[in-house]
């Protein structure tokens, strides 16, 4: 089986830009979280979904926003980027929505200029 | 929130040697997660382990709930054993979610 998707891999943005990050979790699993890494950081918790609904949300602000398709599929929104936005985004999912092991995608590495 | 603190910070071993991860946290869990961090950024599961012992070649690992604490050990070690590794916990106080509380991480160099 395939593990956590994420698409694109690298994406150079320019300041006050949107972006758009893409997850599939892997096959069965409805839920699917969002964590921003900077370097030399552990990641950073940002949003969950289980079953099209927010099931938490970091201390990020409303610039960031996110949803789940109902193929349990994610997208994260950011807008108006900022220099500070750039970091590796990493997508997880799990079976369940409380407290379940978490996998984790190869992330998109964003960079803002 | 919940706080992970893990050490040490930084370890450099020579190939062959055996090392011990620490990860603290400051209250119950639900879910403890110890991950490898490669080159590329992956996260790699290496135990899912809130509470107990577990083994998986020359990895283990031990979580001792009751006094808030995680270990991971590395038998001899190898040059693609170097990364970061991170542990990561859910709080037990939180009732929906799974969001997870990383550590700052371990970056483990193994010299040949």
């Known amino acids: 089986d395939a593990g956590v998707t994420q698409s694109p891999t690298h994406l150079i943005k320019t300041r006050g830009q949107q972006v758009t990050l893409r997850c599939s979790p892997i096959?069965?699993?409805?839920?699917v979280s969002w964590y921003q890494q900077v370097l030399g950081q552990g990641p950073q918790f940002i949003f969950q979904?289980?079953?099209?609904?927010?099931?938490g949300r970091g201390n990020f602000p409303d610039r960031f926003s996110a949803r789940q398709f109902p193929n349990y599929s994610s997208e994260l929104n950011v807008n108006a980027l900022l220099l500070g936005d750039s970091a590796l985004y990493l997508c997880a999912s799990s079976l369940v929505a409380q407290g379940g092991e978490q996998y984790f995608g190869p992330g998109t590495r964003l960079t803002v200029t | 929130g919940i706080q992970v603190e893990q050490s040490p910070p930084d370890l450099i071993l020579q190939e062959g040697a055996n090392s011990t991860l620490r990860c603290n946290f400051s209250?119950?869990?639900?879910?403890l997660q110890w991950f490898h961090q490669n080159p590329w950024g992956q996260l790699i599961n290496l135990f899912y382990?809130?509470?107990g012992t577990k083994q998986n070649g020359r990895l283990s690992a031990t979580t001792v709930a009751t006094e808030r604490y995680s270990l991971l050990y590395i038998s001899s070690s190898q040059t693609t054993d170097s990364g970061v590794y991170f542990c990561?916990?859910?709080?037990?106080?939180?009732?929906?979610?799974?969001?997870?509380?990383f550590g700052e991480g371990t970056q483990l160099t193994v010299n040949p």
């Open positions: 096959s069965g699993h409805k839920s």
């Open positions: 209250d119950s869990v639900n879910n």
């Open positions: 990561a916990v859910h709080p037990g106080r939180e009732t929906s979610g799974s969001r997870l509380t």
């Open positions: 382990i809130p509470s």
């Open positions: 979904y289980y079953e099209k609904e927010e099931r």
